[in-house]
């Protein structure tokens, strides 16, 4: 019996060990090829050559300036810390180029140029997140318990077979979640995937993804406030009212990754939050 738990413990020991160097080496590989251009992202394509190397160098030299950043390349945002603020790519680069000869010759100063004017003022493509965004408990739930709870919310005609999500992330110290919305998948896609050119295929899949990308915290003001107006809802019930709210009328809070959705991704998103299986036509 000890012998065999002891193969168990070694066993578990071995997964969590093999599992930190695989989690590190993807940090470590992230951290080398941070600011190294890709031109295959659809985000990037949208620059010059010329363009995109002068973008990767202002921002190299914008983190180094002391404000931390991540770049997901695939969803075309970035993320600032610190406070922080998520960014389309999308919206970032167009804003870049606007520039002209000038940002090229001095990068570092265009790239500035640029955060200062997004981080200005939310719009369309920056979304600002607020720290310390919940308190210890609300209706039992933790930050944890209460981010799931949305989720289950945004996903639940996914769940019931409504085509159009291609995943979702959270955090819930930060106080997001994005929700992959994949209406108009390419052939190229189905056939590079085919072909096991994976690789190939997710960046064939970054022309059709757009990201949405919701701050909890105006999710969780808007609950409360219904909370204590029908405290007869249940805390499920509630936050399906306050996300289809949310959703129908586009409010304050909702960010896309290419800026603005198509009418069939903004669909696709209230079907789910909604729990319909299927579109309305």
Excluded: C
């Excluded at 012998?3 to 695989?22: D, E």
């Excluded at 945002?77 to 680069?93: A, K, M, Q, W």
């Excluded at 720290?131 to 005609?157: A, H």
């Excluded at 108009?184 to 064939?204: G, I």
Aim: charged share 20%; hydrophobic share 45%.
């Amino acid at each position: 019996m000890w012998i065999a738990l002891g193969v168990v413990v070694a066993l578990i020991v071995a997964f969590f060990v093999a599992r930190s160097l695989m989690l590190g080496k993807m940090d470590s590989d992230y951290e080398k090829n941070k600011f190294v251009p890709v031109r295959q992202w659809a985000w990037e394509m949208q620059l010059s050559d010329a363009e995109e190397a002068a973008v990767m160098q202002g921002l190299e030299a914008f983190q180094n300036s002391g404000r931390s950043l991540y770049i997901n390349h695939d969803e075309g945002i970035i993320t600032l810390y610190e406070p922080t603020v998520i960014i389309s790519l999308f919206l970032f680069g167009t804003r870049f180029r606007a520039l002209g000869p000038n940002a090229l010759a001095n990068p570092a100063a265009a790239v500035k140029h640029v955060f200062d004017g997004l981080l200005a003022r939310e719009e369309p493509g920056v979304l600002f997140l607020q720290p310390n965004w919940y308190p210890e408990e609300v209706d039992g739930m933790d930050n944890n318990q209460f981010t799931e709870e949305v989720r289950k919310v945004l996903e639940s005609g996914s769940v019931a077979g409504l085509p159009g999500f291609d995943g979702w992330y959270s955090d819930e110290n930060f106080g997001e979640i994005k929700l992959r919305i994949l209406d108009q998948p390419s052939e190229a896609m189905h056939a590079l995937r085919a072909a096991d050119k994976y690789q190939e295929a997710e960046y064939a899949k970054s022309y059709a993804v757009n990201t949405m990308v919701i701050d909890l915290a105006r999710v969780l003001a808007r609950y409360r406030a219904l909370r204590a107006a029908r405290s007869d809802l249940a805390p499920p019930a509630a936050l399906r009212i306050v996300l289809v709210d949310a959703l129908s009328h586009s409010a304050p809070g909702i960010m896309w990754s290419k800026v603005t959705a198509s009418p069939l991704q903004q669909a696709i998103v209230l079907a789910s939050a909604e729990g319909r299986s299927t579109l309305q036509v």
